[in-house]
């Protein structure tokens, strides 16, 4: 089944302390994403790449990281989350000029 | 400034009530309109893509279609489960970047 799995589903953490989301994908997909989501301000973008070792801003870049290592993974880095990231977080893949599949969300929450 | 804006932001049916949600945008060089569902906490799911004015697309209850600068989600006879977020993307020419709507939140009544 072609799928985006996203790991947790649940984060409750506290500011300052590393955490990782991870996101992985099996269609073989070239263009992956992360995304946050707030009320009223829609789908951000936070980060994408296109290909293994290519990745570049998107609109809310501040406070992350990412690596892309291999196709499938795309793990999302807060080196030292503060409260207002505190969000629901969607990654996604797909190929060019297609639809994106999304993982299932993380629920972020940073005290 | 490339945009894409969904309307309403918020819309409440009758069940059986038939109505139109609207995605205009001002990108120069689409590449692709695509609408999703989103039910509260998870994913959003595909729908639809269209490429071209002119286009339509048809899946149950729902029929989407796209002009030049807009695009329409219509709902016929929708139900209660049709209750969900409806988002819209527009994808550009030649790259991977894709601009979302926020989305208009549907709630249909039994």
């Known amino acids: 089944e072609a799928q985006v799995t996203q790991n947790p589903r649940y984060l409750i953490t506290v500011t300052g302390k590393k955490l990782t989301v991870t996101c992985s994908q099996n269609?073989?997909?070239?263009?992956m994403s992360w995304y946050r989501q707030d009320p009223g301000l829609g789908l951000r973008q936070i980060y994408y790449s296109m290909n293994v070792e290519v990745t570049d801003k998107g609109d809310v870049p501040e406070g992350y990281k990412v690596s892309r290592k291999e196709k499938r993974n795309f793990p999302l880095i807060l080196e030292s989350p503060s409260p207002n990231q505190t969000s629901l977080y969607f990654c996604a893949s797909r190929m060019l000029n297609t639809e994106a599949f999304f993982g299932q969300g993380t629920r972020l929450t940073v005290v | 400034e490339d945009q894409v804006t969904q309307s309403p932001e918020a819309l409440r049916l009758q069940e059986g009530e038939s109505s139109s949600l609207n995605c205009s945008y001002t990108v120069s060089g689409l590449r692709g309109l695509f609408w999703y569902r989103q039910d509260p906490g998870k994913g959003p799911e595909f729908l639809f893509t269209l490429y071209s004015a002119g286009e339509e697309k048809e899946k149950e209850r729902l029929k989407a279609t796209l002009t030049k600068k807009e695009s329409f989600l219509h709902i016929t006879a929708p139900k209660p489960e049709d209750s969900a977020t409806y988002l819209c993307a527009v994808g550009y020419s030649g790259t991977y970047k894709y601009i979302f709507g926020t989305g208009t939140r549907l709630k249909v009544l039994a």
């Open positions: 269609m073989n997909h070239e263009y």
